[in-house]
């Protein structure tokens, strides 16, 4: 087994030799998943929790920091060494996690626990990191891919992709590539009789010029385009008791709900080695602009309804933007010194947009003048931040580090909003200063094992609330500022591979402390955000590769999890004890694949085991989020893989016994007697894949 090679850290190091808890997946072990976006690979990484309205639209949280619908990100979204998304709270930015087409993907870094020192605001629950394929000098290389699939229910499923590298002098080389995936889709819209309503698209493409002058300089610039389109969500209707209110794969929703979602990003890194360090530039820009609709007739119909407003349906249209600049400039120690070194500064500037619109439909069906709500929420975020880690080599066997970081921003946002149900709110600003801090100690038994201890915090910002009065006294109902939320962790590790690297274990204990908890509440009939309560985190993973034999790698991950309230939060509808929403106590995988004999094409079978455990979707107490409890689900996936010349062919069965998984669901439309909202496994999935590579 070859060394997994990653940059947690920000410089390469091997997995194995760093002193936190990483899983990463690299092209090889995607390619075996037949992993095509998000959904394809979430299962396989220890304590990643997820919930989704389809490709595009998901919110990520590692080692159960999430409570629920989280207002800010709690894992950052990375694009080699570039940030995605928006910083602040007023985007929605959790429930929009950018899904990677995965083709001409080096890897996939997935650090679990907090990185506030290296990565700033948002990564208090750790970091999800792509990691493109590099342009490089070796020589010109091409490859093609392309899929078809089947699902049950549902349709055919079909991909392609080409990438290639061209080296243009012997300075520079060109890599490109270019993807389109299709999702035929499962899902049945029984109120407008339409049958696989969440069919999908996802297609883009990368250009990334390397150019070395010299061996001290080497500079990469890259443009990255992605666009998905979706008709509709991969959810079906249950009651509140979990049974299916039709069938287990069926919806009624009375209008169509599409999503569209539009990321562009170009980047500049400029690596320059001073012979003592190296000094590194990360310089981009970015914009996603996202657009969906969310039928709202389930709640708003019977409700206005009950007021006298009498509408055959109700939906929300939505619009969300982001246009965002990021510089970082670091410098790293080389070699390995007594003392290593790396110390850096950071800028963004983030505009973003949160458009609204609730639209209601009379009886017979046309748009009604009545204005419900129609809100635009421009916000601005900027950032500075200072930071620095250092390792002392106290012994070949025995270093510690420490590791600052110091940020401060400024933000705005102003509510312009008319309608019968909703109202502006003024232009406010706050600002808020953070810092985060790093200690860990790492032994070396011997040089094929590590033990470590690490301590890590990690924050999402505070900033400006939306301003409530109280219409008598003119006093005001909720506070002009919401804090950051922060955490603490404390984890223990262990890592060790035999000498012959045909065995490798990874190990973690750990604790986690929040306090501070970003929410959403209703002040004087306004959404306005607060914080409420602590929560407790304790968990143990466990991660296995072996290879018994030539023929024969098994891999395994464990994770348990056991995440709760640690006091009462009325805000939340919690008590002191309660499980943290979206997170299973228990969640395997399992994988093993076995080479056979043959002539030539060398065919090699394999199989993979996914289990995720029982999981609930709030709180009980819960006024506006009814509670709903998501049962455990397990999955087999099989696959038959073999080598013919210079084709590259995979048979594969995901999700064998079609099991009818229920990865998340929302319940936000059923205060008023609406249905939970399911999202689901997709069913049993026959396909085939096939790469040249010349």
């Not at 389809?54 to 894992?75: F, H, K």
């Not at 009789?193 to 698209?201: F, L, P």
């Not at 790396?342 to 204005?371: F, K």
Request: avoid cysteine.
């Amino acid at each position: 087994m070859e060394d997994v090679i990653v940059t947690a850290a920000k410089r390469e190091e091997r997995a194995l030799e760093a002193p936190q808890a990483i899983t990463a997946l690299g092209a090889e072990d995607l390619s075996r998943l037949d992993a095509t976006q998000f959904r394809d690979f979430a299962a396989m990484v220890p304590a990643l929790s997820f919930t989704s309205a389809g490709v595009g639209q998901s919110q990520v949280s590692l080692r159960g920091v999430t409570a629920g619908i989280d207002i800010g990100p709690t894992v950052g979204i990375y694009v080699d060494e570039v940030p995605y998304g928006s910083s602040t709270a007023f985007s929605n930015a959790s429930s929009l996690a950018l899904d990677v087409g995965l083709f001409d993907v080096s890897r996939v870094e997935v650090l679990r626990g907090p990185q506030g020192t290296l990565y700033g605001a948002g990564a208090m629950g750790g970091v999800l990191k792509y990691v493109t394929r590099a342009p490089s000098l070796a020589g010109d290389d091409y490859a093609l891919r392309a899929g078809v699939s089947a699902t049950s229910e549902g349709g055919v499923n079909a991909n392609a992709a080409a990438s290639g590298n061209v080296v243009l002098a012997d300075q520079a080389a060109l890599r490109g590539s270019a993807f389109y995936a299709r999702d035929a889709g499962f899902i049945d819209n029984l109120a407008v009789d339409r049958e696989d309503v969440d069919q999908s698209t996802v297609y883009g493409g990368r250009l990334d010029l390397l150019f070395r002058p010299s061996d001290d300089l080497d500079l990469r610039l890259t443009a990255f385009a992605q666009e998905i389109s979706r008709d509709g969500v991969p959810a079906a209707d249950f009651t509140l008791s979990g049974q299916p209110v039709d069938g287990e794969r069926e919806q009624r929703r009375m209008k169509d709900e599409p999503f569209e979602q539009s990321f562009r990003l170009v980047s500049a890194t400029v690596d320059y080695d001073l012979g003592w360090g190296t000094l590194t530039s990360v310089s981009s820009y970015q914009t996603a602009e996202t657009s969906f609709r969310q039928d709202a007739s389930a709640l708003y119909v019977p409700v206005l309804g009950g007021l006298g407003l009498a509408f055959s349906a109700v939906a929300a249209d939505q619009d969300r933007s982001v246009d965002k600049f990021a510089q970082e400039i670091r410098l790293a120690s080389e070699g390995d010194g007594v003392l290593q070194w790396l110390a850096g500064a950071y800028y963004t500037d983030e505009r973003s947009h949160n458009g609204q619109h609730v639209v209601a439909y009379d009886l017979a069906g046309a748009v009604s003048p009545i204005n419900l709500a129609t809100v635009a929420i421009p916000s601005r975020y900027e950032e500075i931040a200072a930071f620095g880690n250092l390792t002392w080599r106290i012994s070949d066997d025995f270093d510690v580090t420490g590791g600052l970081r110091y940020a401060r921003n400024d933000q705005s946002f102003e509510q312009i909003a008319s309608g019968l149900l909703i109202g502006p709110t003024p232009r406010s600003a706050a600002s808020d200063e953070v810092v985060t801090w790093l200690a860990n100690a790492r032994y070396r038994p011997n040089e094929r094992s590590m033990v470590y201890a690490r301590f890590a915090t990690g924050y999402r910002p505070g900033g400006p609330n939306f301003v409530v009065n109280d219409p008598v006294t003119g006093l005001p109902l909720a506070d002009a500022t919401f804090a950051s939320d922060s955490l603490k962790s404390y984890e223990l590790g262990y890592k060790a591979e035999t000498a012959a690297r045909d065995f490798t274990v990874e190990a973690a204990l750990y604790h986690i402390d929040w306090s501070d908890i970003q929410v959403t509440t209703v002040a004087g009939g306004v959404s306005v955000i607060a914080n409420a309560g602590a929560a407790a985190i304790d968990g143990a993973e466990v991660s296995v590769t072996a290879r018994p034999s030539p023929q024969l790698t098994l891999g395994g991950s464990l994770a348990w999890q056991d995440a709760r309230l640690d006091e009462d939060a009325p805000l939340l509808g919690g008590v002191a004890g309660d499980p943290l929403p979206n997170v299973p106590e228990v969640s395997l995988a399992l994988t093993a694949d076995y080479e056979l004999s043959g002539e030539g094409w060398r065919p090699v079978v394999g199989v993979t085991v996914r289990h995720v455990g029982e999981r609930v979707a709030s709180f009980d107490l819960s006024a506006g989020l009814p509670q709903y409890e998501l049962p455990a689900y397990t999955a087999i996936d099989l696959r038959l893989a073999g080598t013919f010349g210079s084709v590259e062919g995979q048979l594969y069965v995901r999700n064998l016994f079609d099991e009818a998984g229920q990865l998340s669901a929302s319940t936000v439309l059923s205060g008023a007697g609406g249905p939970a909202q399911v999202t689901l496994l997709q069913p049993r999935t026959v396909g085939v894949s096939l790469t040249t590579r010349f």
